[in-house]
């Protein structure tokens, strides 16, 4: 189950990046060392019944005394880039007060990093919100927004243009509508309104923070990422596809229109006049900043009907097969989501896949681990993804997720999405077969 590309894809050219990718609070642990302070993950993992079996971020995967070896895992695999996020609580711990501690963890970080000849992607914010910005209200605040663009700041001044790649948000949508808007995710607050809010002050806080970004890194890319997730109608009849429309105009065209095109689909205010955030008149003129690129994590599709007792959908049953962590299994969405962009958006920036992989719990036998679920849905995802470059869309890059096994937020560490297996009782690591499969895929370029 090799991963096999035609000879002539663009992906296998030298400016094609393969990257492998991470997250702050899913790996480092360390919560409390060196002047970090307290963020909405660790109070949210404090609380009882919010993560699965009472997991929390605490020790983690160790990585943050783990530096050097986890670099050099990353050169052995052999990929060009790596994309991590940094903990804006060890870098704020206290409002305005800027901890060189926490600095110069991502300073041997990076420094790590060109050392080994590996690009560097840095993701300002994945989630972890320092609490004490929560507890002024967090992404329902309009201050939230501009004290993460003095965050941001200070981040790109630092260290300017030796990262290749600046990118403030990973999933809006998650860290909105999961965290504000269903609870499911800190600060674990459940309102439809709430979590159009905390959204649009995200938007906000990104248009705001990269034309400064871009001043301070001018050489370094700059973007988001989103998460996307294309809905399918169940079936043909009228009531399903209008069903299916709404729910990607929502959930996937929201944040890409007002990024784009300096609006939010009506058709969601229209709906639910209640819904629509406080916005002050120019707020969508400056989220409708330019960007070098947009990173797309591509994990799965969903099948949806008309709703029942008043809901705007329901989810369908779909037949596809599905990873360990219940998301069916469809690669052509991926093509398809790129394809669309195309026609909705003449104006689409280049494309990466910042995350794509696949949750594939196979244990560990012998020092073994067979996971050749995960490493199928590279194969299939990573001919789709050509499928879409052949179709026309200006794809540059691809970030596996993840790296190793780690904290998967509120499914704790019970599911697996690593190349690399972590035995979390003595943070051993371990390549998984998938890895090797990377390392060999990898290898095999010429350039
Ligand atoms: C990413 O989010 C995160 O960036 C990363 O931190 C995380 O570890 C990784 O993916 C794996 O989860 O139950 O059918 O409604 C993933 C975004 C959004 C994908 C919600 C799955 C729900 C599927 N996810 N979506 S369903």
Redesign the pocket.
Known sequence: MTFELPKNSKMLQPEFTFGVAT?AF?IEGATTEDGRCESIWDRFCSLPGKVLNGDDGTEACDHYHRLEQDLDLIKELGFDAYRFSVAWPRIEPAEGEWNELGFAFYQRLIDGLIERGIKPYLTLY??DLPQYLEDKGGWINRETAYRFVDYAEKITQRFGDKVACYTTF??P??AAF?GYRRGEHAPGLAEDRLGFQAAHHMMLAHGLALPKMRKAAPKAKHGI?L?F?LAYANSDSAADVAAAHYCNEENNYFFLDALLNAQYPESIWQKHPDWRPMMLPGDLAIINTEMDYIGI?Y??S?LIKAGSDGADYD?GESELPKTD????IYPKALTETLVNYKKRYPNFPAVLIT?N?A?DNTPIVDGKITDDMRSQYYADHLLALNDAIEAGVDVQGYFA??LMD?F??AFGYS?R?GIVHVDYQTQQRTIKKSGLEWQRFLKARSR
């Open positions: 997250a899913q994945h989630w990973n999933e949508w998650c999961l990422v998460n997730m994590n994990y799965s969903t989810f962590i219940g998301w069916a995350e992989g949750a997720w993840s780690n998967e937020w599911q999405f």
